[in-house]
Structure formats: C-alpha cells, structure tokens
C-alpha cells in the first residue's frame, strides 16, 4: 500500500493537523470564559534531552528574573521553584489577565545523579537553560575487551 | 471521473501544509487608562526578530515564532517550536505611529497611544 516513507510520513502528518484543527477547537471554545486548562497545567513546561555525558533541561518561565529563580538539585533530584509576580500598573484598569501569576514549583527526578558543582543555568528570552553534567559514576563507560 | 488523479491532485497540495508549525495562542493581560492601552503577551523563547506585530484598520494581530535548536536524545518534551498567534480587535482610535513594543525575558509588551482626539478632555465650566 505504502511504496514510498514519504507516504508514511504525510499520513502522520495529516493526523497531527487533524489534531491541531481540534486543540484550536478546544482553545477557541475555553476562551471566552477566561480558564485556560492548558496554560495552567502548562506553566513551567520542560523538556529534557540526553545525550552520553549528560542532560540539558529546558523550561518555560516567561516574565521572570534570575532573581526570582530557584534551583535546587541533589542527586537525581532537581527542584525548581520561584514566584512570578506581575505588579498591576498604576492607574490601569484591567480588561484581561490570562498570564499565571503567584509562586510555583516543580521538581523532577532525572533518570541519573548529577555532578551538582558543574551545573549551569541561564536565562534567555524566557526560558530557563540548565546544563546537567552527569556524576562520575553514572556516566557511561568504555569497557575494552580482553 | 478518473479517481486516481484527483488523490493525487490533493496530496500535491497538502504537502506544505503538514509541515507547518503549531499555532498557539499566547495568554495575555491587557490594561487601559486614560492615555493608552497597554498589552502583555508571553512569548517564552521567541527572539526579538521573530516577532511581528500588526496593526490595521481597527485589527492586531501578533505573531511570534519560537524557533530553538535541540541536541540529544529527547527524553520527554512538553513544548516545542510553536508559532504564537493572537487577534484582537482595537479602537480606530489608536495611534498606529506611536505604537512601541518591547520584548523582555520572553514578555512582549505592546504600548498603544490613544491619539489626542480620543482622550478624556476636562471641560471647564464658566461661570457668567
């Protein structure tokens, strides 16, 4: 049935714009009452990628300074914590407020120990970068055959 | 009808279309006084130069793509490369000229004047 990957391929893509066509859907029906199922579950949204010697994690913090910022790790545990708070402007009246504000915090616990001395974070248009070196111990090693 | 031309046909044409990015709608906060409307949408990840903003005839729109390079293995992803879109409607009375925007950690903040004609004016009364 399927000669070419590409027809594999455009299959798949015909059921994720199906897909998108319904989140649209849901997002164009929750709006007018102002709650956003998504945004709230949504905030502080991760990904972690992994590669031989260790990870780099990546989180949506929209509107907030390193200050505000918590990080906190110990083995595999990786806690980030911290409180967005938008003051309202002086003399504004308020026609919307749909952005999160308020403290969170989130924790993960990684799939490996992490060296916590040669971990690096930054922050850049909003999102959060951290660098995870994996421990001594967890990375992976060489074995030669004898 | 020869119906293996008219797949074909179809397929031709939906091949860009599947390839497009997700369209999110970014959570805004607007605010209002006497001299402006003020707009905040977060954008987390947009750079400065990925980000348009329209104004026409009554109609905004903006627009902001979240284009990030990815290195190893994913091992879970909650977000990906999206393309913010919102539209909203505003007064004609805003003055398109002195409209200023600025991005800041991932926060874009949209200042729209009200021109002169369309602020509150103080009436004083005379007393004769």
């Known amino acids: 049935m399927f000669t070419r990957f590409s027809d594999i391929d455009r299959l798949f893509g015909t059921m994720d714009l199906l897909r998108q066509r319904l989140d649209s859907l849901s997002t164009d029906y929750t709006r007018p009452y102002g709650t956003r199922w998504l945004m709230d579950e949504g905030f502080l949204r991760g990904n972690l990628y992994q590669s031989g010697d260790g990870f780099e994690m990546r989180l949506e913090v929209p509107g907030m300074e390193k200050e505000s910022l918590d990080v906190k790790i110990q083995g595999n545990y990786l806690e980030i914590s911290g409180s967005r708070d938008q003051k309202l402007p002086e003399g504004y009246k308020v026609h919307k407020t749909e952005r999160v504000n308020g403290t969170f915090s989130r924790s993960f616990t990684l799939p490996d120990d992490v060296d916590s001395t040669r971990v690096e974070a930054s922050l850049k248009d909003g999102i959060l970068y951290l660098t995870l070196p994996k421990s001594e111990a967890a990375k992976p090693r060489q074995i030669t055959i004898s | ?128």
Do not use: C
């Open chain 2, 1 to 128: 009808m020869d119906k293996k031309t008219e797949i074909a046909k179809r397929d031709d044409q939906n091949i860009e279309k599947t390839r497009e990015l997700y369209e999110v709608p970014p959570a805004v906060d607007i605010y209002e006084n006497e001299d402006e409307i003020l707009l905040y949408a977060d954008m987390p990840g947009v750079a400065k130069d990925e980000i348009s903003v329209n104004i026409d005839n009554g109609r905004l729109s903006l627009s902001g793509v979240r284009k990030l390079e990815t290195s190893g293995a994913a091992s879970w992803e909650e977000f990906g490369n999206v393309e913010f879109v919102r539209n909203f409607s505003v007064p004609q009375t805003i003055d398109v000229e002195k409209v200023k925007a600025e991005l800041k950690n991932g926060v874009l903040a949209l200042h729209m004047p009200k021109s002169e004609e369309a602020k509150p004016r103080q009436i004083e009364i005379k007393s004769t």
